[in-house]
């Protein structure tokens, strides 16, 4: 099978198209054929960051990059009774771990997985995976975010963040959306009520009353979100776990809850996408579709941090 492997971390010229043996499955899991593969920032970071490659993969080298996927079931083990072969699934694989992505053919725990709905194409469905994970995880089972509640959700028109507002808006919050003025109307398209544009000297004076706030960027910009909640309200981060001290003694000098999040593959989460993804309610922007050969160029998009929704790969396997 076709596959991209990593021997260092470094520049895109380091990702290395290969042919590998197929996976072999244990009892639980699942064989994919793959049809699109989504990228993210964690991609790139571990490409490029020998720390963040060593943390994800140990001593390990070579290593096949890469957590979403989307495509066919070709082989089941002897403890999986959810699926069948020829039936059509998405997920994110192993994170953090080894999900091995990057490749025609992927094993993957079957308790990972859901259905993919007819309505959604391999692309949409594949970017609907770590990114989506990320918002539903930080807003629903650690945020607890609920109807009526002001919801802030920084960098809002990027991968995360475009879930986190259709997610947020399905809870029945009211949604304030950052980014930048040129990406304001795709923001308020997502169904945020109010967007401001995150390059404002003092953005933070725009909103102080806010029940959460979903951190996508850290730094300065997460200190700067502490005075934008009201006393007794939430803040989450995804970037780093580490909070400044004087953060930590602003937050609790005001009664803010201060967390980090570290999203976690579960097919039980993926499902509830999925019936969102189908009913049409949760809607994937794919901003650029490259080709398997082009995941270079792929890892070079995502690195740009401009990136509006997602970056996904179409992978065209052989048919044997």
């Known amino acids: 099978m076709k596959a991209i492997i990593l021997k260092e971390a470094g520049t895109t010229a380091n990702l290395e198209h290969t042919e590998l043996p197929l996976p072999k499955i244990k009892e639980n899991e699942v064989l994919i054929k793959v049809r699109a593969i989504s990228i993210n920032p964690v991609d790139v970071k571990a490409r490029a960051n020998e720390g963040v490659l060593t943390w994800l993969f140990a001593e390990e080298r070579p290593v096949i990059l890469g957590w979403d996927i989307s495509g066919e079931v070709t082989e089941t083990g002897s403890g999986v009774s959810a699926f069948k072969i020829g039936e059509e699934v998405f997920g994110m694989v192993n994170f953090v771990g080894q999900g091995k992505a990057y490749a025609e053919y992927v094993a993957v725990p079957a308790d990972q997985l859901a259905l993919k709905p007819a309505t959604v194409s391999h692309q949409e469905a594949a970017a609907a995976t770590l990114a989506a994970l990320t918002a539903w995880q930080a807003l629903v089972n ?6 009526g509640e002001k919801v802030l959700i920084h960098a809002a028109s990027g991968g995360v963040g475009h879930y986190a507002v259709q997610i947020a808006k399905y809870l029945g919050a009211f949604v304030i959306g950052t980014s930048s003025a040129g990406n304001r109307d795709f923001v308020l ?12 000297p003092l953005f933070e004076k725009a909103v102080t009353d806010a029940d959460f706030v979903l951190d996508t960027i850290a730094g300065d910009t997460l200190t700067r979100s502490i005075d934008m909640l009201k006393p007794g309200g939430r803040l989450i981060t995804i970037p780093s776990p580490d909070f400044p001290q004087t953060d930590k003694e602003k937050a609790l000098g005001r009664n803010i809850s201060l967390s980090a999040i570290m999203v976690q593959s579960s097919g039980t989460d993926m499902n509830l996408l999925a019936d969102l993804l189908e009913k049409g309610i949760l809607k994937s922007h794919v901003a650029q579709n490259f080709d398997f050969k082009d995941m270079d160029k792929a890892h070079q998009a995502v690195e740009t941090g401009r990136t509006r929704g997602k970056i996904v790969v179409t992978l065209v396997a052989d048919s044997n």
């Open 142 to 147: 650690h945020g607890k975010v609920s109807r």
């Open 189 to 200: 398209s997502l169904g945020a009520d109010e967007h401001i544009d995150y390059t404002s």
